[in-house]
Nanobody, 123 residues
Framework: VQLQAFGGGLVQAGGSLRLSCAASGRTVSSYTMGWFRRAPGKEREFVAAISRSGGSTYYADSVKGRFTISSVNTMNTLYLQMNSLKPEDTAVYYC?????????????????WGQGTLVTVSS
C-alpha cells in the first residue's frame, strides 16, 4: 500500500486541523492504520490508531479527548481531526499501516509510511 498524508499547516493554539491520508494499492481496511508524529529533536511517537474494522480506536494520553481518528473505506482515506491544538502538538505527522492487531502503539510494527505533513501550532 502507498500512503500520502496531507492537510498540515500553521494554526494558532486552540485551533483545529484535519489531516488526511490517502491510500492506494490496497484498502485501509486491510490494515491497522495509525498516526504518528515526530517533534523537533524527539523520537517518532504514537498518536492514534484505528482497527481494520474501524470499530476500535486508540489514542496517546497526550491527545485523548482532543484528536479523533477515523477512516472512510469507500474513499480509502484515513483522517485525524485535531482540535484544541497546543504548541506541543507541533510536529511532522505521519500516517502508517500495519498488520498487527495488538502492538498498535509500536512504531516498528508499521511497515508502510506516508511522507509526513508538518503541523505548526503557534502560541
Amino acid at each position: 500500500v502507498q500512503l500520502q498524508a496531507f492537510g498540515g499547516g500553521l494554526v494558532q493554539a486552540g485551533g483545529s486541523l484535519r489531516l488526511s491520508c490517502a491510500a492506494s494499492g490496497r484498502t485501509v481496511s486491510s490494515y491497522t492504520m495509525g498516526w504518528f508524529r515526530r517533534a523537533p529533536g524527539k523520537e517518532r511517537e504514537f498518536v492514534a490508531a484505528i482497527s481494520r474494522s474501524g470499530g476500535s480506536t486508540y489514542y496517546a494520553d497526550s491527545v485523548k479527548g482532543r484528536f479523533t481518528i477515523s477512516s472512510v473505506n469507500t474513499m480509502n482515506t484515513l483522517y485525524l481531526q485535531m482540535n484544541s491544538l497546543k504548541p506541543e502538538d507541533t510536529a511532522v505527522y505521519y500516517c502508517a499501516a500495519a498488520f498487527t492487531k495488538t502492538r498498535i502503539r509500536v512504531v516498528e510494527e508499521y511497515a508502510y509510511w506516508g511522507q509526513g505533513t508538518l503541523v505548526t501550532v503557534s502560541s
